[in-house]
């Protein structure tokens, strides 16, 4: 089995409740110690470690996966990391009953939906005959949260117990795009909806919701609705991303007789034309009354 990863913490001489610049300052001072142009004790591999360490800590979202599951690849901590050492564990023992030498790894293409790559999914794939073998199936098990392009190793599920690559492809979403652990969004309101404001039904990750736009709206804000984006582990009390909803305002093309007539009026007592100041009534006010009539 691979050697056992020590703790990033431990690595780096820090407490777990480290604030950001005592992790900052402690890899700086251990990086000009083994840096490996002046010690050459270990080859450089204390240097890597170090690096690694601070590479997980310093980032927000990859510092509370680790706080949680602990190291994704090896034996340490976590059910990730429980069920990758038994898998290689148990691929060895197979490999050495069969007397055979490990073959070459696989590489294999799975394509996700953008909510099956956002929930997490159990997926069954079939492999193709290795050898005289007959056509295997397996399952794959998506976190929650995966990228497009991730890679997931199955130790010992390839040519002759090489792995297996399988390379994790995300759809692109009719509505949706993904920014980190956000989720965004377009919704096209009309001028009337953005100045007298409106409720909108608005396409979210967990179906659709009801959003209330104020008055005056401007075209290209942007609304925020919290905890409806990415979750960053399984479970449902796991946080999560927010959705973000870019407004845009449509301005009509072709008016009624009626419609020209209003919007005329509505600049006439805006003062946009020559016919007079401006009425001291609010433009919104001006707004309602003249769609009341």
């Not at 900052?24 to 001072?29: C, G, I, P, Y």
């Not at 449509?250 to 805006?270: D, F, H, I």
Request: positive net charge.
């Amino acid at each position: 089995m691979a050697k056992r990863k020590r703790d990033y913490y431990t690595v780096l001489g820090v407490p777990r409740d480290a604030p950001e610049a005592d992790i900052k300052r402690a890899f700086r001072e251990l990086a000009r110690k083994h840096h490996p142009d002046v010690s050459h004790a270990d080859a450089g591999e204390a240097f890597r470690e170090i690096n690694e360490a601070y590479a997980v800590l310093c980032d927000k979202d990859a510092r509370a996966r680790y706080d949680r599951w602990g190291h994704p690849d090896d034996g340490a901590t976590g059910f990730a990391a429980v069920v990758d050492a038994a898998t290689e564990m148990i691929s060895d023992v197979l490999r050495r009953r069969r007397g055979k030498p490990k073959g070459g790894d696989r590489r294999y293409t799975l394509e996700l939906t953008f909510e099956e790559a956002a929930f997490g999914a159990s997926k069954t794939i079939t492999l193709p005959a290795d050898g005289d073998a007959r056509p295997r199936s397996l399952t794959i098990v998506v976190a929650p949260g995966t990228k497009d392009g991730a890679i997931k190793t199955m130790k010992g599920e390839g040519d002759r117990g090489g792995d297996l690559n399988v390379l994790l492809r995300v759809a692109q979403h009719a509505t949706f795009r993904r920014d980190g652990l956000d989720v965004r969004s377009d919704h096209t309101i009309s001028f009337s909806q953005a100045a007298l404001g409106a409720i909108l039904d608005i396409e979210t990750l967990d179906g659709p919701i009801k959003m209330r736009i104020p008055e005056g709206t401007q075209p290209e804000r942007v609304f925020r609705i919290r905890s409806r984006g990415i979750p960053q582990a399984a479970g449902k009390t796991a946080p999560r991303g927010d959705h973000l909803v870019h407004i845009h305002v449509e301005v009509p093309t072709e008016l009624t007789a009626r419609q020209r007539e209003l919007v005329e009026e509505l600049a006439r007592v805006s003062g946009e034309t020559h016919a007079g100041p401006p009425a001291r009534k609010r433009l919104i006010d001006r707004v309602r009354s003249l769609l009341d009539e």
